[in-house]
């Protein structure tokens, strides 16, 4: 009995000390098809380092950002590696809650990192998180609408021909609509495009002193060309359509062009999913001639936390899935299609990658026509293109996001939602300090 | 002819509790629905609603990328345990409060209901540190102490409302007649507070089944359950509605089969004591 219980015991702390030799690496990543496409390849970079053992926590972006917002914050330690954005890192790298990686393997060559993301990545000449995929955004159009209307759509337009071409496509009768945009508010949804499509219309969200400029000309004229744009020749409801809306209109061929990420190109191309898949066209975001159009910049970037006590393993991990070998092992098992686009400069060399997506040159023009560090037409005093890399923006970006969404619905007037705007967004910059 | 009037009304009556029946269950015969359906499908509109390719994928898709007895098992293990542990403190403390109250009774009622009228999130960052400190973070023990606190207020005047519903008489006559406490306890009152104790195990069982704001702030891997294998299938950007529909599907099938099964005892112990 005693014998029995002994040996039972020694068999535990055995397997226990067995288990304890492999590092097990906690991942925090999103759901979206890269992220899940790496998870499913994972068993190579096991199979490489039998040491390292992985365990994947996936989530919905929002709840994602709340769960490693707030483990960083309180030094959890739950994760060894977060999946974060371009809005992160900067503010993240400040605080020293993110390891400089400077460990990524010798093979990594990270001067092959497309310079606008590798820039978003980097505080005081550091990278703190290595791109897995990058976007920016693009009009993507139906070639057959255009065709049929006479129209025909230039690499890069301006805001008056799509606004010109989005009213002469529109037939609400059967519902064609001309130009479907997000009018969801959100930081991420509405404020994203806003902010991005003010860029080009020489607005800006502060002056060098911090000052909100929603008082500006500027920003009148980009509301009320958005507002008037959308009920003109926008979808019914078009308050409430994000990202996903738009992409199910787009794909039941409901929508003449739509101005978003770059990503969804593999989506409205794909027969599988999308009605139209062989009738869509590609071109830059829009401009005014002032020297900045309306594209933004965004790369979902893995990083570990200072907290984490195993940073070696975790750079491992972190140079294999953003390695040109990983792009090369997604070719082999899922086709160029499938591989992480908008991170490499390599990848859009490939003769390859170019013949399987059609829309990799548009991708890659819109990502280099974004400088997150110089956003704008007139200076300002931070970083990021459709978002102001500063802890307040999430909370100040969904309060703004409310107003413009409001003043599309028509519960508000331009004026007065810009006014609310002003108001809001100085109240909390005082409240940061950032203004007296 | 009054014959013909009463079946008029019984026939009206059916129709119309079907109607509601049925518009309450079609947000999830719905979701069930979409979890046959290609993602593709899922979206389409006009929708359809049985023609079309019915598929198992999702399904497949889902098992291959979660691990779904993993996180149900957790799910189990956090509402039993914490509706079991609730049960044991509620029962002595309604108790208590129904048989020989004093004047701070109702007070001390009132006080524990107020603590449900904070918004959870408030007390987020103070209960995280909580649980960093004490190395809970991400374990089953932990949530089920936390989901235990959050629904004693309700396990506790659930089972106050019960057992004020049972005489005081019917205990004084079996002391009469010579009962000991325990006895009393055992023959008299466990029997008539059967039904109210189950119908709040049944009810709490679902709450902790449900509950998604603590499963899902307090977990990453080891201890999370079925809402955060829900949650990890929704996405900002690309379809994923047949998908999510699929986990839904998963995720509610136990706990909707135990409410079909315990209905009789549910509704018996929500009605309890309505109609005097």
Known sequence: ?436 | MARETTRNRKLVFTVIGWTIGLTLFFPILWTIITSFKTEGEAIASPPSFVFFQWTLENYFEVQTRSDYFKHAMNSVIISLGSTGLGLLVAIPAAWAMAFSPTKHTKNVLMWMLSTKMLPPVGVLVPIFLIFRDFGLLDTRTGLVAVLMLMNLPIIVWMLYTYFKEIPGEILEAARMDGATLGKEIVYILAPMAVPGIASTLLLNIILAWNEAFWTLNLTAADAAPLSAFIASYSSPEGLFWAKLSAASTMAIAPILVMGWFSQKQLVRGLTFGAVK
């Open chain 1, 1 to 436: 009995m005693v014998l029995t219980r002994l040996a039972l015991t020694a068999g535990v702390l055995l397997a226990s000390t067995a288990l304890a030799s492999a590092e097990t690496l906690t991942i925090a990543t999103v759901n979206n098809g890269d992220m899940i496409r790496m998870q499913k390849l994972s068993s190579e970079f096991t199979a490489q380092n039998p040491d390292i053992e992985l365990e994947w926590v996936t989530m919905e972006e929002n709840v994602l950002r709340q769960k490693v917002t707030t483990d960083i914050a309180t030094k959890g330690g739950q994760f060894d590696i977060m999946t974060i954005g371009t809005y992160e890192v900067p503010i993240w790298a400040k605080q020293n809650w993110l390891v400089a990686l400077d460990d990524l393997g010798a093979d990594y060559d990270v001067d092959d990192l497309l310079p606008a993301i590798r820039g978003g990545l980097t505080v005081d000449g550091k990278l703190y998180a290595a791109p897995f995929y990058g976007e920016s955004s693009m009009v993507m159009y139906r070639t057959d609408l255009f065709e049929k209307a006479g129209i025909d759509m230039p690499d890069a337009p301006t805001w008056d021909f799509v606004a010109d071409a989005a009213r002469k496509i529109t037939d609400k009768d059967n519902e064609i609509y001309g130009v479907c945009l997000r009018g969801k508010a959100g930081w991420g949804e509405n404020t994203a495009f806003l902010s991005a499509t003010a860029n080009s219309f020489g607005a800006r969200w502060f002056d060098m002193d911090w000052n909100p400029q929603f008082d500006t000309p500027q920003w009148k004229n980009t509301l009320t060309f958005y507002v008037d744009l959308l009920n003109d020749a926008g979808p019914p409801g078009a308050s409430s359509n994000g990202f996903n809306e738009n992409l199910a209109l787009f794909q039941s061929g409901k929508c003449g062009m739509w101005i978003d990420a770059t990503v969804a190109a593999s989506f409205v191309t794909n027969p599988a999913e999308s009605k139209v898949a062989d009738q869509v066209g590609f071109a830059m975001a829009p401009d005014n001639g002032l020297g900045k159009r309306g594209n933004w910049l965004w790369a979902w970037s893995l990083a570990v936390p200072a907290g984490s006590e195993k940073q070696a393993a975790a750079q491992k991990f972190i140079g294999w899935a953003t390695s040109k070998a990983y792009a090369e092992l997604v070719a082999s098992k899922e086709g160029w299609a499938n591989v992480p686009p908008g991170t490499r400069t390599s990848l859009y060399e490939n003769a390859e990658y170019q013949k399987a997506a059609p829309f990799a040159a548009m991708t890659l023009e819109s990502i280099k026509a974004a400088d997150p560090t110089k956003p704008t037409v007139d200076p300002v005093p931070y970083v990021g293109v459709q978002f102001v890399a500063i802890p307040e923006f999430q909370g100040i970006g969904t309060a703004v996001g409310q107003q413009f969404s409001a003043a599309l619905a028509g519960t508000t007037s331009v004026d007065q939602a810009l006014k609310n705007a002003q108001n809001l967004t100085e109240r909390e910059m005082k409240r940061g300090g950032y203004i007296k």
